[in-house]
């Protein structure tokens, strides 16, 4: 992006990250961190007395029998024991604990190490009484050479901050120094590799670049354990004189990211049974169709229940507690034990919308109740993910307990490629509400990015640029935001990765929530490098991800030729009318109304794979080709069966656009909207009030201890001083 391209757009992440970055980083490295850690035992978790007794008290009315797989029946065994100091349930756990170890494979130990680290580490601590020395002296041996067998692996270290291997690392890291300190010479050195090179050095670094916000980027599955992992270890280390989620505001604001990402009432999935309120699935989802990770599992549960009690009295507390009343999530015996039904927020009082800088994700409401309008836009490609999909630039909409449009969530499974033509599994473009040149969109590297890269040095498998959000803007009657994704969409030329074919990509989306409808302006101009002599020998690689298999997207064409596709998905069949498609989603009616291109021809594409037809939906492809530059203009709108459908025109006014909407109960709103390959001024005029000003840069939004305050319009104008 040119710098002149947007005056009024924030200061490039580089310079933001810096000064930010430092002020983060260096009270941290200042001293090192020193817990003052008891010499008996417990010590994780129940070393703080009051917390052990109310567990105990807890067991006393509401006692539980340990059961499960031979790690998590152990683990009950010790709590129990450690409860009721039953030492029959100790010697049982620890006579696992002792004979446990990690499978050699390298997959197989890190899986082993991070699903069954948390349990076998805390039998270790709550039954330490009833281990022998000869079995401490093994185990010390044992778990730190798995701690540096994790420590020093090449996967989900640095660089990996938002994996769920790397938190699984921060935990152990944790556990075992706080458990094992006193007795295990290098106790104080894992310790350290959680609190200081994890949290106090890589996290940071990461947070800045794509955590602001809370968004946990592996998505709705895997993301959960980047906010249930830590929780034990991290209060054990306050316990002892050392709050780590002090630290970084990064936890506070995923109290949020987990209200806005979660569907304001109970959610019908076409297919699949009902459910409670869910997750907008992204990245690799495999429990969507079960029901979403709130349902299924507890982690989200015991995340509300914890943060639910942690400072009472704020509002970031009571917010927690009003998700939890509003989800029943499930939740675990010990966190349950915690308490906390204290008095909860109305969540009906928080804003509507939410932004989330770091991943660049965009959540817009009509209302916070289960007869609401709900969006997710996921507008960047954040870094430090394993998980991830190729979804920049997605948008979900969800309204009263169904799908408007979602994509087709999963984890590797298959579906019908672009046009019909072979399959791709469920990380590609094409399963989600995206924007393709020529069939492809952002993400087109191989490497693991996206990675923030310094100014100058040799990108590799990276795309040019991250997207970048320049304009946001939150209001009563709207929600707004604008997002250029050209350069994410290149690699530099002469690069074998590169797909060269588009040269400017500008997404805005504008949410009206009177009248349940989106509106998506999306500004193109296409490139004719795959001319250039380089996309015209080998050293290009043209094969569909790297499988060898020769891409017939991968043409030479001029920048006129390209086809540009802009692409939304149905959980049913639509039924296609002129420039409108519309579907019936239970009781709702999903359409599409297009105004740009005036004349669209229509393509849906069903999904289904033989064997897997529970991912695949029905894909529409609306193209357009022809010119340099070109434009789609869209309108999603939910309504109720029976409702009548949103009429919609365009007026051309030279250098501008105006669409008119019109609902029969609500009335008419006019936008504004000016042409170009740049998204600059507009307006939204309600009836006969006057017209509120689509801003021209980021409105900044701030997380307090109270909840999410978007800045004024005054902050804006003086934010780079005086103009």
């Known amino acids: 992006m040119k710098t002149t391209d947007y005056p009024n757009a924030l200061p490039s992440r580089a310079s933001r990250c810096c000064l930010a970055l430092l002020l983060l980083v260096l009270p941290l490295l200042a001293q090192a ?23 105990r008290n807890y067991y006393q009315t509401v006692p539980f029998t340990p059961a499960g797989e031979l790690t998590t029946l152990n683990f009950g065994r010790a709590l129990r024991g450690l409860l009721t100091n039953n030492n029959a349930d100790c010697d049982q756990a620890v006579s696992y604990l002792a004979t446990w170890e990690a499978p050699a494979g390298i997959g197989g130990f890190r899986d082993a190490t991070r699903q069954q680290g948390e349990a076998l ?175 299924v599992r ?58 989330a800088p770091g991943a660049a994700v965009f959540y817009a409401r009509s209302a916070h109740d289960a007869n609401a309008s709900a969006l997710h836009l996921q507008l960047g490609t954040p870094g430090g993910v394993q998980h991830r999909h190729r979804d920049a630039g997605n948008f979900q909409f969800w309204r009263k307990g169904r799908w408007i449009t979602r994509e087709s969530a999963g984890y590797s499974k298959p579906l019908a490629a672009f046009g019909g033509n072979g399959t791709v599994d469920t990380e590609h473009h094409v399963a989600h509400n995206g924007l393709l040149f020529q069939g492809r969109t952002t993400g087109r590297w191989v490497g693991t990015g996206p990675i923030v890269i310094p100014p100058g040095a040799d990108r590799g498998d990276q795309p040019d640029g991250l997207p970048e959000v320049v304009r946001v803007h939150h209001d009563p009657g709207f929600g707004y935001v604008a997002t250029d994704f050209s350069r994410s969409y290149r690699n530099t030329t002469g690069r074998r990765v590169d797909w060269p074919y588009a040269d400017k990509a500008v997404r805005e989306f504008l949410f009206l929530r009177r009248y349940n409808a989106l509106v998506i302006l999306d500004r193109l101009r ?67 109304i297009t105004l740009l291109p005036a004349n669209p021809t229509y393509r849906v594409i069903n999904e289904d794979v033989a064997g897997a037809e529970l991912y695949g939906q029905h894909r529409l492809e609306l193209d357009s080709s022809g010119s340099v530059e070109s434009y789609f203009l869209n309108v999603v709108h939910g309504r109720d069966v029976g409702a009548p459908a949103l009429t919609a025109s365009l007026t051309d006014n030279g250098s501008s656009w105006t669409l008119s909407l019109s609902d029969p109960q609500q009335g ?16 939204v005029t309600f009836g006969a009030a006057a017209p509120v000003a689509l801003y021209a840069s980021v409105q900044g939004l701030q997380v307090t201890n109270d909840g999410p305050v978007w800045s004024s319009l005054a902050d804006l104008i003086f934010a780079n001083g005086f103009q």
């Open 33 to 55: 961190v020193s817990l003052n850690i008891p010499t008996a035992h417990p010590r994780n978790w129940y070393g703080n007395a009051a917390r052990l007794t109310q567990a």
């Open 121 to 295: 580490l805390l039998i270790y601590d709550w039954c330490h009484h009833r281990l022998s020395t000869a079995q401490i002296n093994t185990l010390v041996a044992r778990w730190n050479g798995y701690m540096d067998r994790d420590n020093g692996d090449d996967f989900a270290n640095q660089g990996s901050e938002a994996n769920n291997y790397f938190w699984g690392r921060v935990r152990n890291n944790l556990l075992w120094g706080i458990a094992s300190h006193g007795e295990n010479p290098r106790a104080q050195e894992f310790i350290d590799n959680a609190l200081e090179t994890r949290l106090g050095s890589w996290f940071p670094s990461w947070y800045q670049d794509f955590g602001r916000g809370g968004v946990f980027p592996e998505g709705a599955d895997y993301g959960s354990v980047t906010l249930s992992y830590p929780i034990v270890p991290f209060q054990s280390a306050a316990d002892f004189g050392y709050d780590p989620y002090a630290q970084t505001p990064y936890f506070r604001e995923a109290i949020y990211a987990l209200i806005y990402g979660t569907t304001p009432g109970p959610t019908r999935t076409t297919g699949v049974p009902p459910t409670g309120s869910v997750l907008f699935p992204f990245n690799d989802d495999a429990t969507f169709f079960d029901g979403s990770p709130i349902n």
């Open 298 to 355: 507890t982690y989200y549960g015991d995340v509300a229940r914890y943060f639910g009690q942690r400072n009472a009295a704020s509002g970031n507390a009571r917010h927690m507690r009003a998700w939890l009343a509003a989800t029943n999530a499930g939740r675990s015996w010990m966190f349950d034990a915690l308490g906390g039904s204290g008095q909860a927020a109305d969540l009906g009082a928080l804003p509507l919308d939410y932004f």
């Open 526 to 592: 296409t490139s004719g490098d795959s001319q250039l002599p380089f996309y015209l020998t080998a050293n290009w690689i043209n094969t569909i991800e790297g499988t060898g298999t020769p891409d017939p997207l991968a043409v030479h064409v001029t920048a006129t030729a390209v086809v540009r596709t802009f692409l939304m998905h149905f959980e049913t069949p639509p039924t296609l009318s002129a420039n409108r498609a519309s579907a019936v989603v239970g009781e709702q009616i999903a359409d599409l």
């Open 668 to 683: 008419t709103v006019s936008i504004l909207l000016q042409k170009g390959m740049s998204s600059t001024g507009g307006s």
